[in-house]
């Protein structure tokens, strides 16, 4: 189970190989929160904590996928969980697509909970533009080397002019109570895929 788990984060994780550059790396693997009510911001995970971390690795048919607990609100009014996934490594798609998800869970404290999703925070990535894939928000490297995707088409791109750019994704969703929440990425090497097609 470890191999296929080392083969799921190669494109994430130096375990097996590092094929994203490293400032990608740096800002996938960095999602910030930030609760609303209390104005309270934390990362649920940084690349460090997330090599470190205790996986839970699992694999289905047409999914393997790799979870590990975040950290939590600083006053422990929000727990979160990271989770990692792709479909099976084949010929035709030696490389597939992998889906970066933060679920935040409240704990109740208050009735409704506001919480801003920052899956990518004032990023210095490598060249890149801004696109849309599906009707989501992209990022794609001018390399045509790696591209990031909103899982969300509502979460929002926005770029900081500088040298280099930085870039920031984000996303807002209000829940009630002990509802959870959930925001993802869409992280993948290589050229730009063709979108999926309409139902």
Request: glycine share 6%; hydrophobic share 40%.
């Amino acid at each position: 189970m470890r191999t296929h788990a080392l083969i799921l984060l190669a494109a994430l994780a130096p375990c097996a190989r590092a094929a994203l550059p490293e400032a990608v790396l740096e800002a996938c693997l960095r999602p910030t929160l930030t609760e609303e009510a209390s104005g309270a911001t934390w990362h649920a995970t940084t690349r460090q904590d997330w090599e470190r971390a205790p996986l839970r690795v699992t694999e289905a048919q047409d999914r393997l996928t790799a979870e590990a607990d975040g950290a939590e609100h600083p006053n422990g009014w929000v727990k979160t969980r990271l989770t990692l996934s792709q479909p099976p490594q084949t010929d035709a798609a030696p490389r597939p697509t992998q889906t970066f998800t933060v679920t935040a869970t409240p704990t109740g404290v208050t009735p409704t909970t506001t919480l801003r999703f920052e899956l990518i925070k004032d990023a210095p990535l490598p060249p890149c533009k801004a696109t849309v894939w599906g009707g989501r928000p992209a990022l794609v490297a001018d390399a045509g080397d790696w591209y990031v995707i909103a899982a969300n088409p509502k979460a929002r791109l926005i770029r900081a002019e500088g040298t280099p750019p930085r870039w920031t994704l984000r996303e807002t969703l209000t829940v009630d109570a002990r509802v959870p929440a959930s925001a993802a990425i869409l992280i993948g090497e290589g050229p730009l895929p063709p979108p999926p097609k309409a139902d």
